[in-house]
């Protein structure tokens, strides 16, 4: 086989379709991207529903697809298309109908910017970070359309939260995006995890871990956490996702939806998950890099092989951050919609602020030896907290079956019980 | 998958009629839209055509190849200034789905000011006398360069970086004469103008957003 580059897939495109079979390429391209957030979307419920359960001390699916509820997803997914279509009829039937697909398009199109190795992406653009910022706030217009066109009171209310919350919430993400982006000094998402190994094949190479940028400085660190607080309020998860709540508002913004519409919704909120995730674990976390190889593997390996790594890791950073988002989701409690407007306002838009002041003078006016040697110093505190933290979760007191809150597993000895066994 | 280790060739493909082809079809496309906001009676709708025609000029933006420029544009009017339009629709409308009925006479009157609009803006295009007329469009050559990599040197990079210092003063601009020196424009002035013109919008949103005090009647 020979090696599968580009100009390999071009070159065979062009000699079969002429001219034209340029534009073939655009479109696998794409066919790619979507089918893989469509896949991530499916496999991202099945996380969720095994998440919540094991939060929640039970086990969430175990029974479509084997042991664990693999195929739970699937089984879901066909109910959904197979169920009846219903457009309620005081709703405006084009709106009704167009909402979702705005949403969808929305947060696929980020899609095109986003790489996912060394070269790996659909559209290099100079301005990658900002692109895919704008198109994800364009979703929030699919969100109003989907709360208007409802024609329901629960649904307008719902939608027109939604909507304040996500537009809100994107300039305090923007901001929080822009310090890192002051770091590097480009918007192009290819430069953040970018290495040289000619070059650059040392302690200072941009793909080990402590150079990553959450590293960098204080300020830095700190727009991390308030970045991904901010993605996701932006995503409209909780615990803040009171417009689509399902005790306060029905469901919100989506009640009038069911079926594959509402399936359309989802498959937008969970892609803007992984693609804010994206932007989080490039922008900070350093892209594809394992963090303690000195360069990208693509050096040793080769184009095609180094590349498949690249992406593999990528993945697996952005699904990390999907997890902690899920793992958020079903540990806090869900913030009234005036919390989550005072916490954007009143917090997290003065804190983005100072730090984009605190990064901008951060190069400015300190000596470089405390600027080489604080990125190693942050390392080093991080790993040693979270060292501490393993060890107290490893050598927790644990209380003895049947004192302390009762569990599932604390009732596998009584008699009657006709629960799962513990094993 | 891609490797950009792989020879960066540009490939130059004849194809005389594709991006007049895709400017039709965009433009189409917006033209349909930007009409359709003008004729629809439901003014939720209309603000969605409108959604459709300001993407629609967007998509033209990357089309001439202003990356930047389309980005804002989505974010500007689509994110912020069309969400606006739609949250005053509806929270200023008296009851659900309104529709609107426009008279003859007003017909006649629009019709007539946006073909004036259009002759303005006809002669006006076609009358920029730096405008460099591109190749005829039958020779024109499409280059395309997939596996070329975008320069990643910050001190390169098109639009961000030289813009940014435009806006700080340093020469970026088209070269012209001044006196006896060569000068370059930069886009100092503007960037103040805008700055406290934003700081002016800023003030004014949170003074007229502030919680007023309700008069205590005397009892």
Request: charged share 10%; hydrophobic share 55%.
């Amino acid at each position: 086989m020979g090696e599968l580059t580009l100009d390999a897939i071009w070159e065979w495109l062009v000699s079969f379709w002429g001219d034209w079979g340029w534009l073939l390429l655009p479109l696998i391209a794409a066919l790619a991207l979507i089918t893989f957030m469509l896949v991530s979307a499916i496999f991202s419920v099945w996380l969720e529903r095994k998440v919540a359960g094991r939060i929640q001390d039970r086990l969430g699916p175990t029974r479509v697809g084997g042991k664990f509820g693999w195929l739970q997803t699937l089984a879901d997914g066909l109910k959904l298309l197979v169920k009846e279509d219903i457009i309620p009829a005081q709703a405006d039937h084009m709106l009704f109908r167009l909402g979702p697909y705005i949403a969808l398009t929305g947060s696929f199109v980020a899609f095109l910017a986003l790489p996912y190795g060394d070269g790996v992406v659909a559209t290099q653009m100079n301005v990658a970070v900002f692109f895919m910022l704008a198109v994800m706030s364009t979703e929030v217009f699919g969100i109003i359309l989907i709360g208007y066109g409802s024609g329901s009171k629960w649904s307008l209310f719902g939608g027109m939260r939604e909507a304040a919350q996500m537009v809100s919430y994107e300039v305090p993400m923007a901001i929080c995006v822009l310090v890192p982006v002051i770091v590097a000094g480009s918007m192009n998402l290819l430069y953040f995890a970018t290495v040289q190994p000619a070059t650059e094949m040392t302690l200072n190479s941009r793909s080990l871990m402590w150079n990553w940028y959450l590293f960098n400085d204080p300020f830095t660190f700190a727009a991390f956490w308030t970045y991904f607080t901010c993605a996701t309020a932006s995503c409209k998860r909780a615990p803040f996702d009171l417009a689509e709540a399902e005790s306060e508002l029905v469901a919100g913004f989506h009640t009038e939806y069911s079926g594959f519409r509402w399936l359309s919704i989802f498959m937008a909120e969970y892609g803007s998950m992984f693609a804010v995730s994206g932007i989080a674990s490039l922008l900070f976390l350093g892209g594809w890099h394992t963090g303690f190889l000195p360069a990208d593997p693509t050096y040793w390996l080769g184009g095609f092989f180094g590349n498949v790594i690249n992406v593999v890791v990528f993945i697996a950073k952005c699904w990390t951050l999907v997890f902690v988002m899920m793992w958020v989701r079903w540990t806090l409690p869900r913030l009234r919609i005036d919390q989550v407007m005072m916490t954007c306002l009143k917090y997290l838009l003065p804190i983005s602020c100072v730090l984009l002041l605190g990064v901008s003078v951060w190069n400015l006016f300190l000596p470089t030896t405390v600027l080489a040697l604080f990125p190693k110093f942050l390392f080093v505190v991080c790993v040693l907290f979270a060292l501490f933290v393993i060890k107290q979760l490893m050598t927790w007191a644990s209380a003895q079956p049947g004192t302390g809150m009762p569990g599932m597993w604390s009732m596998v000895g009584v008699s009657g019980y006709q629960g799962a066994k513990k094993n | 998958m891609f490797s950009v280790t792989s020879v960066s060739r540009c490939y130059k493909l004849n194809m005389p009629d594709l991006q007049p082809f895709l400017f039709w079809l965009i433009a189409a496309a917006t033209a349909l839209c930007a009409i359709a906001v003008v004729v629809t009676q439901n003014i939720v709708r209309a603000a969605t055509w409108l959604l459709f025609a300001l993407a629609g000029t967007s998509a033209i933006f990357f089309l001439l190849g202003a990356d930047l420029v389309g980005v804002t544009q989505l974010l500007v009017y689509v994110g912020g200034t069309l969400v606006l339009l739609v949250f005053g629709v509806m929270l200023t409308a008296q009851g659900p789905f309104i529709t609107m009925k426009t008279g003859a006479a007003e017909w006649a009157i629009s019709a007539v000011v946006g073909l004036l609009f259009l002759g303005v803006l006809a002669v006006s295009a076609f009358s920029v006398r730096d405008n460099k007329p591109g190749p005829p469009l039958g020779s024109t050559t499409w280059e395309f360069a997939p596996a070329k990599r975008l320069s990643t040197d910050p001190a390169n990079a098109q639009y961000s970086a030289v813009i940014g210092m435009g806006f700080l003063g340093v020469g970026v601009g088209p070269a012209h004469m001044e006196g006896n020196r060569v000068v370059r424009t930069n886009y100092l002035l503007p960037f103040e103008i805008v700055s406290v013109h934003l700081l002016v919008v800023l003030i004014g949103a949170a003074y007229l957003a502030r919680a007023k005090r309700r008069r205590r009647a005397a009892t």
